[in-house]
């Protein structure tokens, strides 16, 4: 009997000292050395990679944004704020239903097949807009000059970019409506527009609220 407590004593504290010294080391040790490997080496990237503009975090480059006027009575969607560079449809976003505390955007795809009637639909709808929004006086955007992006949203509905396709035909819109020449907003999409990942990685692609912000620094110099 004495050898049968004295096992389960020893056994127990055993297993007390292995749970301490895991906590320790799993929960305690690791976890600061992978932060301050992160922090050290990939301090942007650790930190959401987050956008600053004039002094105050605007935002993640991971995340896209709306760039949308405010709601107007009776109206149920908002309509794009022309000044600014858009980026792609966010159809796949959902709102938040049960935690009411918090107004939530819930991120998600639009699951619709490629045939899918209400689907196509949106890419129709989506393409009237584009071509009517983005022609202005002596520049007419044409169906065909409109890419996929601009009239798809993504698998999480919150890209942050877009092709330099569809920044390009949104040029002279946005520089008509701030009072800009559209050489100087052409070289602005220039030089925001990011190569492939190593060079094969991927496709060139616009980080909206970077080129976004670049843009407001732009007008604020005019």
Do not use: C
């Amino acid at each position: 009997m004495n050898n049968s407590v004295s096992n389960t004593a020893r056994l127990l504290g055993a297993g007390l000292r292995a749970l301490l010294a895991l906590t320790l080391v799993t929960g305690v040790i690791y976890p600061l050395v992978v932060t301050g490997v992160a922090q050290g080496l990939f301090n942007d990237k650790a930190n959401g990679s987050e956008i600053s503009a004039q002094g105050k975090v605007v935002g993640s480059s991971l995340i896209g944004q709306a760039y949308n006027l405010p709601l107007k009575e009776g109206q149920e969607t908002p309509e794009p704020d022309l000044q600014w560079f858009q980026g792609r449809p966010q159809n796949g976003l959902g709102t938040n239903s049960v935690n009411t505390q918090y107004s939530l955007i819930l991120s998600g795809a639009t699951n619709r097949s490629g045939d899918n009637e209400e689907l196509v639909q949106w890419v129709k709808d989506a393409k009237t807009a584009v071509v009517k929004d983005n022609s202005v006086p002596g520049w007419t955007v044409q169906p065909s000059q409109v890419p996929a992006d601009a009239v798809t949203s993504s698998g999480s509905g919150l890209d942050p970019d877009i092709s330099p396709q569809y920044a390009d035909i949104q040029v002279h819109r946005v520089a008509e409506k701030n009072g800009l020449p559209v050489a100087e907003v052409q070289k602005l999409v220039e030089r925001n527009t990011e190569g492939r990942t190593l060079g094969f990685i991927g496709e060139p692609r616009v980080n909206v609220l970077e080129l976004n912000v670049a843009l407001k620094e732009l007008v604020a110099k005019n």
